[in-house]
């Protein structure tokens, strides 16, 4: 059975739904007493990897459209993640009190994202390396036109340097951001097959299953082990690149076989970003208040409360910076 790349782009939405409930799972609070709910949490962070492989597509797309000026792609991808990443930053900070008192230098990395890359602080880490790659997506697309191989030889090379500098500082901080170059620019590259429609050979499919079962199986013994001192809680990054692929791979696939709609999916997509940057820090919020709820032991239906919260606050804030923008656009083209 071949399998057409595009699928993969007519079910972004639904796989971005898919990445953010993951995303939650690993935020939340929920006991994990049963060995499913734990092994759930603890490779829940891999809905990021979905992210950036989503996002890899989407640049190529972008870069298609038309000649695009730099100026014009940082301005669009900027003010996407920015306003939503601002607002929320100033309620959490200053609304709830998280940044009282914090001197200027202080306030600017937090605001601009350099918390993560001076200080290794991991809250909101995924917008300044979201930022990140856009930043370095212009001239990558530029060498990529010119000769794929190339652009992926001098990427990859400037990958491993830093990769290895990190080893050798022996600094982890930054591998959360390193470990996911590949799935990020590998989306750029399956971008380019979906644009032209190519197809994949059969045997990539079962190759697919296949590595899904070794990966699923490296994970679950990575969760048994994480804690001995030789194995490191970033390995597991590792394996998230094929893992993440691999299910991405059969379940555009599956999708596509039984005509699967998954609207509900496709609007969590649609409000990722904030979904993302709201849950935790609400979660927090709300946990402050009550403790727990008596009949409730495991926190299930406390993090299916706050969740639920969530979307609601996510979407509100989605349509107010959807129409804010609008508005603006009306005032530039009056104006």
Known sequence: MYMHTET?????????????????????????????????CFIGDMGVDFFFFLSGMGMYYAFQKKEVSLLEFYQKRTLRIVPAWFLVNLLRQYVFGAGIGLDLPSVIKLFTGFTFWLDGNLFYWYIPAQLCFYLMTPLFMKLYKQNKRKAGGIFAG??????????????????????????YFTGIFFGDLAYHKRKLP????????????????????????????????????????????SLCLLGSLLMEKS????????WLGGITLEIYLLHEFLLAQFTRLVADIPF????????????????????????????????????????
């Open 8 to 40: 993969i782009s007519k079910y972004r939405g639904q796989w971005m739904g898919i990445a953010i409930l993951l995303v939650a799972l690993f935020h939340c609070s929920i006991q994990r007493n049963h060995i499913a709910i734990a092994y759930l």
């Open 158 to 183: 400037v990958w491993l340097v830093l990769l290895a500098i990190c080893l050798l500082a022996h600094n982890a901080d930054y591998f959360i951001f390193l470990f996911r170059w590949p799935i």
């Open 202 to 245: 059969k045997y990539i499919p079962w190759m697919a299953l296949v590595l899904l079962g070794i990966c699923g199986s490296s994970l679950y013994w990575l969760f048994h082990h994480i804690n001995m001192t030789t194995i490191r809680y970033e390995y597991k990054y590792i394996v998230f690149y094929p893992f993440a692929l």
């Open 259 to 266: 005509h699967a709609r998954l609207r509900s999916l496709q």
């Open 296 to 335: 409730d032991s495991w926190y299930i239906i406390w993090n299916g409360m706050v969740f639920v919260i969530t979307l609601a606050v996510a979407w509100a804030l989605h349509q107010g910076i959807s129409l804010s923008g609008r508005v603006l656009k009306l005032a530039k083209r009056n104006g």
